[in-house]
T-cell receptor
């Protein structure tokens, strides 16, 4: 079946602009996660949802970053007033059950964000 | 997450078994050990996880020591396509917090 889908695949934006990154999880998956990955490093947690409820946003770097999953399916990660340090690969993952059930994460191929 | 320690890099000959070690000496009784890998620029891929018994699936085997302070991921017949960064992860609190810490992992190079 279809995996986790992220769009756009690449996004180049100018400093100060807002960007919205989209994640379409595997159908029926309860939990959705956002991670950020710098070159040569492992992914770093940003936030996660169970259904439409944001359970943990402790990894969001500052208040320019926000995420929503209004209907418990597709999620959007929004970065306002982008800065060059926001440039990274943004990865979305979903899992069939919530974290307490030890469900493995299935990752998408990411959105490469470049802020110029 | 319980702190994990992995070698930075390893080499393996094609067709031979690749044994990737991981130390997790501070693991708690209800915490699982997970392995993911990341091939080039793709998203991380789940491999296997276990609590205390050894586990095997179509991709790999996971051997966890009796005291659970370390584990080994075994790829029985490594191929060139197994070249990747392998991450050993112990989610804190049995995973209830939803926040996986990937660390730097082990870069496995499978050579012909």
């Amino acid at each position: 079946g279809a995996g986790v889908s992220q769009s756009p695949r690449y996004k180049v934006t100018k400093r100060g602009q807002d960007v919205a990154l989209r994640c379409d999880p595997i159908s029926g998956h309860v939990s959705l996660y956002w991670y950020r990955q710098a070159l040569g490093q492992g992914p770093e947690f940003l936030t996660y949802f169970n259904y439409e409820a944001q359970q943990d946003k402790s990894g969001l770097p500052n208040d320019r970053f926000s995420a929503e999953r209004p209907e418990g399916s597709i999620s959007t990660l929004t970065i306002q007033r982008t800065e060059q340090r926001d440039s990274a690969m943004y990865r979305c993952a979903s899992s069939l059950h919530g974290p307490k059930a030890n469900s493995p994460l299935h990752f998408g191929n990411g959105t490469r964000l470049t802020v110029t | 997450d319980a702190k994990t320690t992995q070698p930075t890099s390893m080499d393996c000959a094609e067709g031979r078994a690749a044994n990737l070690p991981c130390n997790h000496s501070t693991i708690s009784g209800n915490e699982y050990v997970y392995w993911y890998r990341q091939i080039h620029s793709q998203g991380p891929q789940y491999i296997i996880h276990g609590l205390k018994n050894n586990e095997t699936n179509e991709m790999a085997s996971l051997i966890i020591t009796e005291d659970r302070k370390s584990s080994t991921l075994i790829l029985p017949h490594a191929t060139l396509r197994d070249t990747a960064v392998y991450y050993c992860i112990v989610p804190r609190g049995g995973g209830s917090q939803g926040n996986l810490i990937f660390g730097k992992g082990t870069k496995l190079s499978v050579k012909p």
